[in-house]
């Protein structure tokens, strides 16, 4: 038996290194493509809509991912989907041979890349739990996090050394080759068990959604739980896209990767402290403290452009983030049926990361039409919030991080009000870990 634990195990770790090396690949196509288009029209709307075209296609298919993956082979689905994904980035590699890119030509080859990763996703996420068995799935969780936190950790770093040795295009056939790296750990794991079922091929899809929408809402702590998470996740949809913009309207890409790369350091230590000592006692206090915390931290990140005073916060913030993920996961987990799992998670995604499309839309052009020019000198903020927070380039993004903590402080305030929230996750017995994140992570 223990020698099919380590089997398991060892497949499982395969299959995850070839998607960690994709990970870290993706998201040094994000780092620089983002840098790429700032530099090309110094427009934070220009920066939000190359994040919003790998998202969308994301967030759009997810549910209809979630359900392919229950009826079709996951090892299959898997490879499609990063083969589609690895054509996308290859279209890029060939509009830039020609010269400058058009924004719209950049954002095409995203759009596609991201259309084939709906696909990939949920079927890498639902072969998980066909390769492990139950005692491993804690480990394993761990080490997806790692994977996930990689495009943030990892990336930005070795993108910006990167682009002091070799140009764009070159970057992106490191990352078409990282998605052919993930083909081949599929590859070499010959095949993978599989515990889906002949009657999941036979459910009605259309049925299956009702029934998950009809879940959540008949539960009312349960939706407000979901329209907090979507609340925040607006808020850090903000940092995600114009944390770029604000550094570089001050400096250049390799402090950008740098500042982007310790600050989400954070993300590991406070991992790792609720992996040592986390527990899924006061998950509801626990919520509440933590999202205040990251509510100062947030604000604090915008009141200066001195670079240290950016990434100190910025470490503290991304410290404080493991904590209300995992206090959010257990309380939803703790709330839904075993059997409506794969159907509840799916719409819960949906439903959590709409505040990241909001905020994808929105954070552009709030930085460049409203909040920027408000903070130019002469504007009409310059000589108040000015005083404190500085003027010129970028300094109207930092205005928006500081108005953004303070709004998820208050809703923190707000969580201890809230008396439907009391009886959620009580039955759970998982330990306090990340399982639904605030911040999206790359592929």
Same mark, same amino acid.
């Given at each position: 038996m223990e020698t099919d634990t380590h089997k398991s195990f060892a497949i499982f770790l395969t299959v995850w290194s070839g998607q960690w090396v994709s990970a870290i690949g993706?998201?040094?196509?994000?780092?620089?493509?983002?840098?790429?288009?700032?530099?090309q029209t110094h427009s934070a709307s220009v920066y939000s809509l190359i994040l919003l075209s790998t998202f969308l296609p994301l967030?759009?298919?997810?549910? $209809?991912?979630g359900l392919l993956a229950d009826r079709f082979n996951r090892r299959a689905m898997m490879m499609v989907g990063d083969?589609?994904?690895?054509?996308?980035?290859?279209?890029?590699?060939?509009?830039?041979? &020609?010269?400058?890119? &058009?924004?719209?030509?950049l954002m095409i080859g995203l759009s596609v890349s991201s259309v084939f990763l709906a696909l990939q996703q949920p079927a890498y996420n639902a072969a998980v739990t066909d390769?492990?068995? &139950?005692?491993?799935?804690?480990?394993?969780?761990?080490?997806?996090?790692?994977?996930?936190?990689?495009?943030?950790?990892?990336?930005? $770093?070795?993108?910006?050394?990167?682009?002091?040795?070799?140009?764009i295009q070159s970057i992106l056939i490191i990352d078409m080759l990282t998605f052919l790296a993930a083909i081949?750990?599929?590859?070499?794991?010959?095949?993978?068990?599989?515990?889906?079922?002949?009657?999941?091929? +036979?459910?009605?899809?259309?049925? &299956?959604?009702?029934?998950?929408?009809?879940?959540?809402?008949?539960?009312?702590?349960?939706?407000?739980?979901?329209?907090?998470?979507?609340?925040?996740?607006?808020?850090?949809?903000?940092?995600?896209?114009?944390?770029?913009?604000?550094?570089?309207?001050?400096t250049n890409t390799q402090a950008l990767g740098m500042a982007t790369s310790i600050s989400a350091a954070g993300m590991l230590v406070g991992g790792a402290v609720i992996g040592m000592?986390?527990?899924?006692?006061?998950?509801?206090?626990?919520?509440?403290?933590? $999202?205040?915390?990251?509510?100062?931290f947030y604000a604090l990140i915008g009141v200066t452009n001195n670079l240290v005073l950016i990434v100190i916060p910025g470490f503290l913030f991304f410290f404080t983030l493991p904590f209300v993920n995992g206090s959010l996961d257990v309380l939803i987990r703790?709330?839904?049926?075993?059997?409506?799992?794969?159907?509840?998670?799916?719409?819960?995604?949906?439903?959590?990361?709409?505040? $990241?499309?909001?905020?994808?839309?929105?954070?552009?052009?709030?930085?460049?039409?409203?909040?920027?020019?408000?903070?130019?000198?002469?504007?009409?903020?310059?000589?108040?919030?000015g005083k404190v927070i500085g003027t010129g380039v970028g300094?109207?993004?930092?205005?928006?991080?500081?108005?953004?903590?303070?709004?998820?402080?208050?809703?923190?305030?707000?969580?201890?009000?809230?008396?439907?929230?009391? +009886?959620l996750g009580k039955e759970n017995h998982t330990g306090l870990i990340g399982g639904l994140a605030p911040v999206s992570s790359a592929n």
């Open positions: 993706s998201g040094l196509s994000a780092f620089v493509l983002g840098a790429y288009a700032f530099q967030f759009l298919l997810q549910p $209809l991912g083969l589609g994904a690895a054509s996308g980035i290859g279209m890029l590699v060939l509009m830039m041979s &020609e010269g400058n890119v &058009e924004i719209w030509k390769m492990l068995p &139950e005692e491993l799935f804690m480990k394993a969780s761990g080490l997806r996090q790692l994977a996930g936190a990689s495009p943030f950790l990892i990336s930005p $770093l070795l993108a910006a050394a990167l682009l002091g040795v070799m140009d081949g750990a599929v590859l070499v794991v010959r095949k993978t068990p599989s515990r889906q079922t002949k009657n999941a091929f +036979n459910q009605n899809w259309g049925k &299956e959604l009702w029934d998950g929408f009809r879940y959540i809402a008949s539960n009312r702590g349960l939706l407000i739980l979901l329209v907090l998470i979507s609340l925040v996740n607006f808020y850090v949809g903000f940092l995600q896209s114009l944390f770029g913009p604000m550094i570089l309207a001050f000592w986390g527990r899924n006692q006061h998950a509801k206090k626990v919520l509440a403290v933590s $999202l205040g915390c990251t509510g100062l703790g709330n839904v049926d075993n059997n409506k799992q794969g159907r509840v998670w799916s719409l819960v995604g949906m439903i959590s990361q709409f505040g $990241l499309l909001l905020a994808f839309s929105l954070s552009g052009f709030l930085a460049d039409k409203v909040f920027n020019p408000l903070l130019m000198p002469g504007g009409p903020l310059a000589a108040t919030v300094r109207g993004i930092g205005f928006m991080f500081v108005i953004s903590g303070l709004f998820v402080i208050l809703l923190a305030l707000a969580i201890g009000r809230v008396r439907s929230m009391d +009886n």
